[in-house]
Protein backbone atom coordinates (compact mmCIF):
# COMPACT_ATOMS: atom_id res chain seq x y z
CA UNK A 1 0.00 0.00 0.00
CA UNK A 2 2.94 2.49 0.81
CA UNK A 3 4.38 2.03 -2.86
CA UNK A 4 1.07 2.47 -4.25
CA UNK A 5 0.10 5.67 -2.48
CA UNK A 6 3.79 6.75 -3.29
CA UNK A 7 3.03 6.38 -7.08
CA UNK A 8 -0.47 7.68 -6.78
CA UNK A 9 0.44 10.92 -5.27
CA UNK A 10 2.94 11.35 -8.00
CA UNK A 11 0.76 11.24 -10.17
CA UNK A 12 -2.49 12.62 -8.56
CA UNK A 13 -0.41 15.53 -6.77
CA UNK A 14 -2.49 15.92 -3.02
CA UNK A 15 -2.74 19.61 -3.95
CA UNK A 16 -5.24 18.31 -6.48
CA UNK A 17 -6.84 15.24 -5.24
CA UNK A 18 -6.93 13.76 -1.45
CA UNK A 19 -6.49 10.48 -1.67
CA UNK A 20 -7.81 8.16 0.84
CA UNK A 21 -8.91 3.86 1.87
CA UNK A 22 -5.94 2.91 -0.77
CA UNK A 23 -6.74 -1.09 -0.66
CA UNK A 24 -4.51 -3.10 -2.49
CA UNK A 25 -5.57 -7.33 -2.97
CA UNK A 26 -3.59 -9.08 -5.32
CA UNK A 27 -3.60 -7.53 -8.62
CA UNK A 28 -6.55 -5.24 -7.94
CA UNK A 29 -6.10 -1.52 -6.04
CA UNK A 30 -9.28 0.35 -4.88
CA UNK A 31 -8.88 3.98 -3.68
CA UNK A 32 -11.10 6.71 -2.94
CA UNK A 33 -9.94 10.43 -4.37
CA UNK A 34 -11.84 13.77 -3.39
CA UNK A 35 -11.13 16.45 -5.86
CA UNK A 36 -11.43 20.21 -5.94
CA UNK A 37 -14.29 19.81 -2.89
CA UNK A 38 -16.15 17.96 -4.92
CA UNK A 39 -18.22 13.90 -4.01
CA UNK A 40 -15.87 11.51 -3.29
CA UNK A 41 -15.02 9.12 -6.31
CA UNK A 42 -13.78 5.48 -5.59
CA UNK A 43 -11.47 3.93 -8.17
CA UNK A 44 -11.24 0.35 -8.49
CA UNK A 45 -8.22 -0.63 -10.81
CA UNK A 46 -7.00 -4.76 -11.54
CA UNK A 47 -3.96 -5.72 -13.13
CA UNK A 48 -3.80 -8.49 -15.82
CA UNK A 49 0.01 -9.03 -16.49
CA UNK A 50 0.19 -6.46 -19.31
CA UNK A 51 -3.16 -4.90 -19.46
CA UNK A 52 -5.46 -3.32 -16.92
CA UNK A 53 -9.23 -2.15 -16.28
CA UNK A 54 -10.30 0.65 -14.82
CA UNK A 55 -13.70 2.08 -13.02
CA UNK A 56 -15.26 4.65 -10.89
CA UNK A 57 -18.16 5.63 -9.27
CA UNK A 58 -18.48 8.38 -11.57
CA UNK A 59 -18.98 5.81 -14.25
CA UNK A 60 -15.71 6.79 -15.82
CA UNK A 61 -14.02 3.57 -17.41
CA UNK A 62 -10.66 2.66 -19.04
CA UNK A 63 -8.44 -0.16 -20.02
CA UNK A 64 -4.80 -0.49 -22.09
CA UNK A 65 -2.77 -2.89 -23.22
CA UNK A 66 1.08 -2.84 -23.56
CA UNK A 67 1.87 -3.33 -26.97
CA UNK A 68 5.42 -3.09 -27.28
CA UNK A 69 8.42 -1.75 -25.51
CA UNK A 70 9.04 2.20 -25.78
CA UNK A 71 10.76 3.78 -28.91
Known amino acids: VKSVRAYLEKV ?29 NVITTAYHG ?7 TKGTKSEAKLVGACK
Do not use: H, M, N, R
Open 50 to 56: DSFESAD
Open 12 to 40: IPPTICKLTDIKVDGGQVIYTSVCGGGAA
